[in-house]
Nanobody, 122 residues
Framework: QVQLVESGGGWVQAGGSLRLSCAASGRSLTGYSMGWFRQAPGKEREFVAAISKSGTLTTYADSVKGRFTISRDNAKNTVYLQMNSLKPEDTAVYSC???????????????WGQGTQVTVSS
């Protein structure tokens, strides 16, 4: 199995930026498509971004398109989420996940990290 650990969360003012990292161990990430999800207080977990195994395909939720960028460095066994122009509504626990198939659905993802808190103040 692959273990995933997120880092890089924290507090930031609206309009600021953060970069989240998802470090994998146990297996190489080359065999997995990767995704980022988030869950705000009182809301269901929602899809944020996904990237294919090779990194050639990406997809984003409409709410973050143009502001967030998902990337991967397979040599470092790490996936990133660059978050720019952050808004208070981006406040959530952000989790990374690994899947055999590329896509947006939560059901595709077999392995999940513990999550990292992102708080955006107004």
């Amino acid at each position: 199995q692959v273990q995933l650990v997120e880092s890089g969360g924290g507090w930031v003012q609206a309009g600021g930026s953060l970069r989240l990292s998802c470090a994998a161990s146990g297996r190489s990430l080359t065999g997995y498509s990767m995704g980022w999800f988030r869950q705000a207080p009182g809301k269901e977990r929602e899809f944020v971004a996904a990237i294919s195994k090779s990194g050639t395909l990406t997809t984003y939720a409409d709410s973050v398109k143009g502001r967030f960028t998902i990337s991967r460095d397979n040599a470092k066994n790490t996936v990133y989420l660059q978050m720019n122009s952050l808004k208070p509504e981006d406040t959530a626990v952000y989790s990374c996940a690994a899947a055999d198939r590329y896509g947006r659905a939560r059901s595709l993802y077999d392995y999940w990290g513990q999550g990292t808190q992102v708080t955006v103040s107004s």
